[in-house]
């Protein structure tokens, strides 16, 4: 007993802004530069009346026409932090808009970029305790809606995205062993302050300055990128070996390191401390940017293309919260 | 390290044109952003062990106030 990744599909939105559409806006800064650095050309965002959940019914819808029998689903994962409403839980507004069974099991859960290596975890702990034989996990995910017009930085690197995968039981266990991290002490690092219980959404909210040119207010994302930058530097390399020790497999035996697509030099600089060669470390964010927790599917969708056959891969995924975790999966073919 | 290799290693990590000294201010150079500052933070901790947080990043000025910040002893 045990489960399984059988099927992943992505959805980008249409509209699509590259850096030579950036540079129209920011005409002082090279992006060519940034494109070589941060390994991004392209990103997609979504329409002012265009949501999360919308992206996210075309990538379930997308698994549907692909064969997933939709009646055999019995449970559905949802992680974003870009909800349909304060409330209701957005998964049972997907359960209706896509037509999966009232029996289902359905919530949300909001985590970023270290949302979708929970929702595989979460999903083989209901498989393994019999509490369900197929569950959907959905990231989707709109932060182009908190970015501040102004942001270049923010506005450069991160897309909107959603993704569905479908994990269910099987003969093999294809889900190994997953380590979590948590450190609320960051929270303030990676933040929207406005618009939740404890800060009202402010209509004349003061711009701040980054001191890069970049600018924003409460309203809107504010990351503090050297802090960021240093949590993941400092934490992730050592919890890589930690999670590598969980499953009692050695590097030399992973076939590819996915994480979280953050930016391609600060994978490279992981990479490096990890130790691993770059065949073996996926860094593809070329198109679609930074989708938070849909880089790792996106990533394990694409790379899967090429699998002849089983592959032991590490999934990893860190950011706001701050939170992280990370496991082995295996795959036996192109998803 | 020779201090004025470490200001020309890292002025070719920034890949900044124009040439540098100590003197030089960071935030002045046209190359100078929030990918920059990644990058800095990245190489000083690779070749010195040393992490640089945001406050510190805040309060750079010149490459001589870097190499103040790093530890002048570490330089020859």
């Known amino acids: 007993m045990g489960a399984e990744i059988t099927a992943i599909e992505y959805h980008y939105p249409e509209k699509a802004i590259t850096n030579v559409d950036l540079a129209k806006e920011f005409p002082d800064y090279d992006f060519s530069k940034f494109e070589k650095k941060v390994g991004i050309k392209t990103r997609y965002v979504v329409n ?17 026409d692909n064969g997933i029998d939709k009646s055999k689903i019995d449970y559905l994962l949802y992680c974003t932090q870009s909800p349909e409403y304060i409330l209701p839980t957005t998964a049972c507004i997907l359960q209706d808009r896509v037509g999966l069974n009232k029996t289902i099991g359905a919530f949300d859960f909001n985590l970023g970029c270290s949302g979708y290596t929970y929702g595989l975890s979460f999903a083989k702990a209901l498989i393994n305790s019999n509490q369900a034989k197929k569950v959907l996990l959905v990231t989707a995910e709109t932060y182009s809606k908190f970015i501040h017009e102004k942001d270049r930085t923010n506005r450069s690197i991160f897309g909107d995205a959603a993704t569905a995968t479908i994990i269910e039981a099987s ?3 294809c889900v190994g062993d997953f380590l979590f991290g948590t450190d609320g002490n960051g929270h303030d690092k990676l933040i929207v302050k406005n618009g939740g219980s404890k800060n009202k959404y402010n209509a004349n909210c003061a711009v701040k300055d980054y001191g890069t040119g970049n600018q924003y207010t409460d ?8 802090e960021i930058f240093n949590f993941t530097a400092g934490q992730i390399p050592k919890f890589t ?10 590097k030399e035996y992973i076939d590819q390191f996915v994480f979280h697509q953050a930016n391609a ?5 992981m990479r490096k401390r990890i130790k691993v060669e770059p065949d073996k470390f996926y860094i593809n964010l070329e198109n679609g940017g930074n989708t938070v927790s849909n880089t790792i599917p996106i990533a394990l969708k694409n790379y899967s293309q090429n699998i002849t056959k089983q592959e032991s891969i590490i999934v990893l995924g860190f950011g706001v919260g701050l939170s992280w975790s990370g496991g082995l999966i295996k795959l036996n073919n192109k998803l | 390290m020779k201090k004025q290799d470490f200001i020309n290693e890292l002025a070719e990590e920034l890949e900044v044109e124009s040439q540098v000294t100590a003197e030089t201010v960071l935030k002045d150079l046209d190359e100078w952003d929030s990918m920059g500052a990644m990058i800095l933070i990245g190489y000083v901790s690779d070749n010195f062990d040393v ?5 510190d990043i805040e309060a750079l000025t010149t490459f001589q106030s870097l190499v103040d910040k790093i530890g002048v002893e570490k330089f020859s």
Not at chain 1, 219 to 226: E, S
Not at chain 2, 51 to 55: E, K, P
Request: proline letters at 2%.
């Open chain 1, 265 to 269: 030099y600060m994978l490279n600089f």
């Open chain 2, 51 to 55: 992490t640089l947080n945001a406050d």
């Open chain 1, 48 to 64: 002012e009346d265009e949501t999360a959940l919308d992206l996210a019914c075309k990538a379930v819808n997308k698994l549907f």
């Open chain 1, 219 to 226: 309203n809107h994302i504010y990351m503090n990128g050297p």
């Open chain 1, 241 to 250: 070996k930690e999670v590598l020790l969980k499953n009692n497999i050695e």
């Open chain 1, 171 to 173: 003969d093999q266990e």
